[in-house]
């Protein structure tokens, strides 16, 4: 095993019957990172979890999970990979700690280990005066955490979420961010689905874009991440102001490259310190500015473009 | 597969099962039903003579198989496709246990259920063993065939929960198979036998020709074509000069419709209600007390096995059916009270002969049940293969409509 391998898709096809699922998709984790699979619904983003989680073989194509092939290692490829279904499905009687019990004896953790074990996770995802309630009456927000939970039982060092964030709260979709950050920054490799842009935009150091079965773009957003390389890198803001003619004759003076849309307008600087240089600049200069925030334009503009097209 | 990865899912359905489900409820009734019905056997066995518990067991037992058959298919029926329409079986595909794990857990748990079944209603076989009769060795086998039987009822019900997406369907064609290993199996014997039966000449055994002439001139012959042997005519009491002797018996060749069951009473063999019926008859003297399912089934099933054979041509009735001798037959009778006391005692002798004949013929017929037992047994073996290759992940071809997660 390969921790450092992440996971490598390369060409992968897959149908059901007559339904094309997933046509050509080619994507690549990294260690350490999150990335976003993001799609319109019936993108085919399941189907590929699906095959990425071991439970489906591709019909083409190659699936390399910490260096192992699920199809032909599902067993190893398990140990490592944690997965985390759309569905939120748990069992009906059991009672929210017993149920992440259950999953430990599942990955073989003996009995004091596991139940340790739960209570470090219920304590994570905030489920703790739940514990022992059956887990049948938790709402659907609370079930997601519970999903994510079951997922992190054996300590994986990949992790495989379909649409986490759906049926989130804001509070809570807070928390799974925060969450899901620490987990990349102690070295997991996250794939993380979603068909709404915004709630992978503050999570994810990279998205890749899946549209009809097929992976269309590749995105790096690096400035939602927090590492020191990416503060670097040139990012992308999008600044709003009172008096808009007068924050574009500044930008203008300062030469800062600038895309002007109709309520505000997006620049480009290098890195992190540029942009708080640059706010406080433009503060100086007395600009009534409203909101400096960083902007994705080019995801949205890319995704929209991906999702067009369809029905 | 794994000792660790079956008890996890053992555990794990039977816990759901007893928070969830009404089978305390069922349980009683369950008991509640068998009660009643060996309280009534008892109370219509009770005054007779003889052993009344070999009536209790025989008819306790075949109604534990009998509602068994019923309660148990939907214990696995819905197991498997019922837990994927929750999305949990996919949960559990991703962790370390594997199909074979999950599938023998859950049949382990079903099976457990079933003998907690089994357990409700052995206190009213316990009473039957008090009540005198039944060996405990027969007892013990005839439970344990019952048991194997309620595992592979289980192992089909797992096995259609593991092909089909819905839980109605795989309801239906559990309860479907178990209706055709129950009647099915009957009815195919019963068409079987006009198929397979010949017109044929045979020698049969019956009392001479010569013998009526020389000693009842007025009778007709006995030895006439087509008269089958149920209707040979009683003796007339009293009213023979001379009543014929083994040694009037002769062979002759007559046409005669023969049924063939030897050919197929293997049909028969693959019934579970045959299989327990027959494991362990009590080969008493064919006599009933009143309804002993069991018994009659197992002699049935070996009847079959045995189909015709030079016994069973044998009409002569003075070597079929002897006459019992009955002590003190000579002496004065008293009077009227005692001679119909001695007349009743004679019949019952003559009774008991007879049957000890054709029960020594049932016994000599090799038993029936271990066939269906290894039948069963392939069926069982069979179906928990497919299973767990129908769970077994990841999965190249999806049935259609089914979807992982
Ligand atoms: N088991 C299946 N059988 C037939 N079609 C399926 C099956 N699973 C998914 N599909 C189809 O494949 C396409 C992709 O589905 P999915 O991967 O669930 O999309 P997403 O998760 O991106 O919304 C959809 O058109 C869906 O209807
Ligand atoms: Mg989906």
Known sequence: ?311 | MSLHGIRTIAVLELRQRMRTSRWPVVLGIWFLIIGAVAGLTWWAVHDQAGDRGTTLYDVVLFFVLGLGMLVVPSLTATSINGDREQGVLATLQTTLLTSADIVVGKLLAAWAISLAFLLAASPFLVWAWIAGGVEVGRMLLAVTVLAFVLAVICALGLMFSALTARTISSAVLTYLSVAAFTFGTVIAFLISMPIMATQQSVRVKVVSDAFYQQTQPGIASQTQPGIPSQTQPAIPEGKLSAEPTAADCVYVNRDQTILHTERTWWLLALNPFVVVADAAPSHKPLKYLGFEPLQMISDGARTARMGTTPDSLNECWPETQPTAVVAGRSAPLQDQQLQDQKQQDQQVQQEQLVQNIQRERLNKVPAVWPYGFGFLGLIGAGTIWVAVRRLRTPIRRLPRGTRIA
Do not use: C
Request: aromatic share 2%; hydrophobic share 45%.
């Open chain 1, 1 to 311: 095993m390969d921790a450092a391998a992440g996971i490598e898709v390369t060409g992968v096809r897959r149908a059901f019957g007559s339904v094309l699922a997933v046509d050509h998709i080619d994507l690549q984790a990294r260690p350490g990172e999150v990335t976003a699979l993001v799609g319109p619904n019936g993108a085919g983003k399941t189907t590929l979890l699906l095959m990425l989680g071991t439970l489906l073989a591709p019909d083409n194509g190659s699936i390399r999970i910490a260096g192992i092939d699920p199809v032909a290692a599902p067993r190893e490829v398990r140990a490592t990979m944690g997965w985390m279904p759309d569905g939120f499905g748990t069992w009906d009687a059991l009672t929210v700690r017993e149920v992440l019990e259950t999953v430990g004896a599942a990955y073989r953790i003996a009995p004091t280990a596991a139940r340790a074990r739960a209570g470090e996770l219920l304590e994570l995802v905030h489920l703790g005066d739940l514990a022992d309630r059956p887990a049948r009456v938790l709402s659907r927000g609370q079930k997601q955490r519970l999903g994510l939970a079951r997922a992190l039982v054996h300590k994986p060092s990949i992790l495989l979420l379909d649409e986490p964030a759906s049926g989130l709260d804001p509070r809570s979709r807070i928390e799974l961010r925060d969450i899901l950050r620490q987990l990349a920054a102690s070295g997991a490799t996250l794939l993380v689905s979603s068909h709404i842009l915004t709630e992978l935009q503050e999570i994810a150091d990279r998205a890749v874009i899946v549209a009809r079965g097929r992976s269309v773009a590749m995105q790096d957003l690096s400035s939602a991440s927090s590492d020191q390389g990416s503060r670097q890198r040139v990012s992308h803001w999008r600044i709003t102001s009172l008096d808009p003619p007068r924050l574009m004759a500044a930008l203008v003076h300062h030469g800062v490259a600038t895309q002007p849309l109709t309520d505000a307008v997006d620049v480009e600087v290098a890195g992190d310190v540029a942009a708080s240089e640059l706010l406080a600049v433009l503060v100086g200069d007395g600009i009534p500015i409203t909101a400096f925030a960083p902007s994705y334009g080019a995801l949205e503009t890319a995704y929209l473009a991906a999702t067009e097209d369809r029905q």
